[in-house]
């Protein structure tokens, strides 16, 4: 890994990230991800090589879960990431075990920033302005981390950087502030940025599904996502779905509602 990360840093990368949180079978099979959280030592001695193999101006960072099966070894983990000189740790406030069910435990987060030096980022379940507002209170972190729930509002970020601000009030629960920050008609040049992506890196057969499966985070705050969702629903044809992708993309620079319930075909 060390080896892996030095020829990235040739690269001139921001930063380099070690995750230890991630709970896929494969990975974790191949002693990789989340399952490390059991052996402190080694997290310890990966994170150390790494931050020797890259020059000192360029970060080195981790990410862990609270543990693999429960959270025993949650210090240990996070002291032994610390202490190998790591920049700044994010910890996704679940174990592997508790996958990504609700609820998060901010307060062993909090725990984690009391013990260590380095910066800690808060991470899960924040879903919007009150959720990032509540998870500040109790772990007295800063710094969030943001995944699924900017996938499903990707103006999230925004519209919690405003609350800061005082330019919006927190809300108590799904809040309307990251939909307003980020409207549909900002979002359907995401959708078109991506689409070019996975139409890029993705094998062809496997393309309409990546697609789909971002709207079907979208339909939850935007109506305008659950009618275009319905509208490719059955099509699994790439270039049908990139015709229907510039027909609304060129719509959204014209008028501040896209339509979105025409014909795919």
């Known amino acids: 890994m060390a080896e892996n990360a030095a020829r990235l840093a040739e ?3 921001a930063g380099i990230d070690l995750n230890f949180g991630c ?3 494969t990975v974790n ?5 989340a399952v490390l959280l059991d052996e402190p030592e080694l997290i310890h001695a990966i994170v150390a090589a790494v931050r020797r193999a890259v020059p000192a101006h360029i970060d080195v960072s981790a990410k862990m879960r609270l543990g693999y099966d429960d959270d025993a070894r949650l210090l240990d983990c996070a002291h032994a990431i610390d202490s190998a000189g790591a920049s700044e740790l994010a910890v996704h406030a679940r174990t592997k075990a508790h996958g990504y069910r609700p609820p998060a435990y901010w307060e062993s987060v909090a725990q984690v920033r009391q013990q260590v030096r380095l910066p800690v980022i ?7 302005v009150a959720d990032a507002a509540r998870c500040r209170e109790v772990t007295g972190c800063d710094a969030l981390m943001l995944g699924r729930g900017m996938v499903r509002r990707p103006g999230l970020a925004r519209a919690i950087r405003q609350a800061g601000a005082g330019a919006v009030e927190p809300t108590t629960s799904y809040s309307d502030a990251a939909v307003a920050a980020l409207p549909w008609r900002r979002v359907v040049p995401l959708l078109a940025d991506f689409w070019v992506d996975v139409c890029t890196r993705v094998e062809r057969r496997h393309r309409a599904g990546r697609l789909k499966q971002w709207l079907n985070y979208l339909r939850v705050a935007y109506p305008e ?5 319905d509208a490719l629903r059955a099509v699994n044809d790439p270039d049908a779905i990139s015709a229907w992708v510039r027909r609304v993309q060129a719509l959204a620079a014209q008028a501040t509602q896209v339509p979105v319930t025409e014909d795919v075909i």
């Open 23 to 25: 709970p896929a079978k």
């Open 11 to 13: 690269l001139a990368p």
């Open 122 to 128: 808060a991470n899960g379940e924040i879903w919007s």
């Open 225 to 229: 996502a659950q009618q275009a969702f």
């Open 29 to 33: 099979r191949h002693r990789g991800g």
